[in-house]
């Protein structure tokens, strides 16, 4: 039973476009969510988070907005740019999400920003 | 550079023979976490320690497969008799335990069983 879904394997964008990475949860116990950047043969890269008393949260290029009536959360890039090329994760933490205070994450998606 | 370290970055073991995966967390860090990540899946967590304590194990298979962090050393993820299926990327992450404190990960360890 996957709990954090993201349900976009891969995205292709323009650069200078925005990208918007979804990605949806089922558990209601989760009160922080992060997202996390991954290249290849590397280890995954913390890149911003929200909590749940939040709707928004922005960091230069990136914002992450939270629908907690819908479970749903998002990661807005822009301008993309083509070191955003990545996989991206999406991440859960609560009480029942990955461990005391471990992280429930998703599968991923494959940004591809196109020059 | 103060990361996470993870050693070695690539392992190769056959059938039946022992892995031990080591991870040193950031400087100032207390708290450790393994995560599995197999082939075109997100990341599975395995287990959360303590210095000297196992916090959460609930990810952790119940046999072969064995986590510690001594008061003294790096954390230490031993898998034994492994199998074929036991070959995946193993993630290290620390964090400082403060409240939303988010994880820092290592480099992963590439662990191929022929």
């Known amino acids: 039973d996957q709990q954090v879904k993201q349900n976009s394997p891969s995205l292709s964008v323009q650069e200078g476009r925005i990208s918007i990475l979804n990605c949806d949860y089922t558990?209601?116990?989760?009160?922080?969510f992060l997202w996390y950047k991954k290249y290849p043969a590397e280890g995954p890269t913390f890149l911003i988070s929200i909590s749940s008393i939040k709707d928004k949260n922005e960091d230069g290029r990136f914002t992450v907005f939270l629908n907690k009536s819908a479970k749903h959360l998002s990661l807005h890039i822009v301008p993309s740019q083509p070191g955003d090329s990545a996989v991206y994760f999406c991440?859960?933490?609560?009480?029942?999400?990955?461990?005391?205070?471990?992280?429930?994450f998703g599968k991923g998606t494959h940004l591809i920003i196109q020059p | 550079n103060a990361g996470v370290m993870q050693n070695p970055r690539h392992l190769v073991r056959r059938r039946g023979q022992e892995a031990r995966l080591r991870c040193s967390p950031m400087?100032?860090?207390?708290?450790v976490y393994w995560y599995r990540q197999l082939p075109e899946e997100g990341l599975k967590f395995m287990v959360y320690l303590q210095k000297e304590n196992i916090i959460d194990e609930s990810g952790m298979p119940k046999e072969r497969f064995s986590a510690e962090f001594p008061k003294e050393g790096p954390s230490i993820l031993r898998i034994q008799q492994v199998v074929r299926g036991d070959s995946a990327a193993y993630f290290c992450?620390?964090?400082?335990?403060?409240?939303?404190?988010?994880?820092?990960f290592g480099n992963g360890t590439r662990l191929t069983v022929t």
């Open positions: 558990n209601s116990m989760f009160d922080y």
């Open positions: 991440a859960a933490s609560g009480r029942s999400g990955g461990g005391a205070d471990g992280l429930t």
């Open positions: 400087k100032g860090h207390s708290h």
């Open positions: 992450a620390s964090s400082a335990g403060t409240d939303n404190s988010p994880l820092h």
